[in-house]
């Protein structure tokens, strides 16, 4: 079992910074790809950032210049350093992880952006 544990939400004024982080753990012998989704109120979830075992990025139109994906395989954490928030960009935040055996997803962690 692959185990999540985001962490870097809160409240934030418009304009702001947050870096959110997840931290990956249990039986992981390789992480493939690693991403970001998030979810707001009444709406599906989305991708946010994604990146690959070999450091390859992809994102959301929405957060292109403002976002930045990157991670650490030795600490197999992803982060996301969030820039120049928006009221829009409120949601619950949440990562995964592919991995041979799937994909694995943390419980979510709530930014707020307020305007």
């Known amino acids: 079992q692959v185990q999540l544990v985001e962490s870097g939400g809160g409240l934030v004024q418009a304009g702001g910074s947050l870096r959110l982080s997840c931290a990956a753990s249990g039986v992981i012998f390789s992480i493939d790809a690693m991403g970001w989704y998030r979810q707001a109120p009444g709406k599906q979830r989305e991708l946010v950032a994604a990146?690959?075992?070999?450091?390859?990025?992809n994102y959301a139109d929405s957060v292109k210049g403002r976002f930045t994906i990157s991670r650490d395989n030795a600490k197999n954490t992803v982060y996301l350093q969030m820039n120049s928030l928006k009221p829009e960009d409120t949601a619950v935040y949440y990562c995964n992880v592919d991995v041979k055996t799937g994909r694995y997803w943390g419980k979510g962690t709530l930014v707020t952006v307020s305007s």
């Open positions: 990146i690959t075992n070999g450091g390859s990025t």
